[in-house]
Antibody, heavy 120, light 107 residues
């Protein structure tokens, strides 16, 4: 069955960097777009970044553009989120999600989430 | 950016009640609208895609309607396992955006 497993979260100081990973299994990874969606404590869902099935297009929320980078490695069935110059407002649970399509539509499978806390 | 406005923000209803949640888009999104259910402490789960298509395994008591800027999610007979927060989401306009959520509780 489809499985998405995130890792890499933790406590990080403001201004530092962190890389999240999401290992996918149970489906043909290179046929689907992938995304990162985050949820701050007690808040709603916020889309952060997406990448097309072939990695040719990456898309970002304005609040993270230039600081967060999404990428994918087909050989490892893994999608990454590199976080640089982190801020307090980046504190959230980060979910990896599969797109229903090759590009950008809805999120039909989600991982369990990995928490990121930005604190000095 | 497209703003998604959900109402109500929370509701309390009895088991067996019909429950309707509304989602309004700030501009025409045609039929590019999805609904998610998030139970406490869990990841979200896709319920309905493209306004009215039930995701596999979703109970038939869930249904979606609408077009353009006004959309609804209806639970025809509320069950205890439906206690959750429900979110609408538009695509493909960037940034992809969610409504603020509607918390559904049992009275």
């Amino acid at each position: 069955q489809v499985r998405l497993v995130e890792s890499g979260g933790g406590v990080v100081q403001p201004g530092r960097s962190l890389t999240l990973s999401c290992v996918a299994s149970g489906f043909s990874f290179d046929f689907y777009g992938m995304h990162w969606v985050r949820q701050a404590p007690g808040r709603g869902l916020q889309w952060v970044a997406g990448i097309w099935y072939d990695g040719s297009v990456t898309q970002y929320a304005d609040s993270v553009k230039g600081r967060l980078t999404i990428s994918r490695d087909t050989a490892k069935n893994t999608v990454y989120l590199q976080m640089t110059n982190v801020r307090g407002e980046d504190t959230a649970v980060y979910y990896c999600a599969r797109d229903k399509s090759t590009t950008t539509s809805g999120f039909d499978y989600w991982g369990q989430g990995t928490p990121v806390t930005v604190s000095s | 950016d497209i703003q998604m406005t959900q109402s109500p923000s929370s509701l309390s209803a009895s088991v067996g009640d019909r429950v309707t949640i509304t989602c309004q888009a700030s501009q025409d999104i045609h039929n590019f609208l999805n609904w998610y259910q998030q139970k406490p402490g869990k990841a979200p789960n896709l319920l309905i895609y493209d306004v009215s298509n039930l995701e596999s395994g979703v109970p038939l008591r869930f249904s979606g309607r609408g077009h353009g800027t006004h959309f609804t999610l209806t639970i025809s007979s509320l069950q205890p396992e439906d206690v959750a927060t429900y979110y609408c989401q538009q695509y493909p306009d960037l940034p992809l955006s969610f409504g603020a959520g509607t918390r559904v509780e049992i009275k």
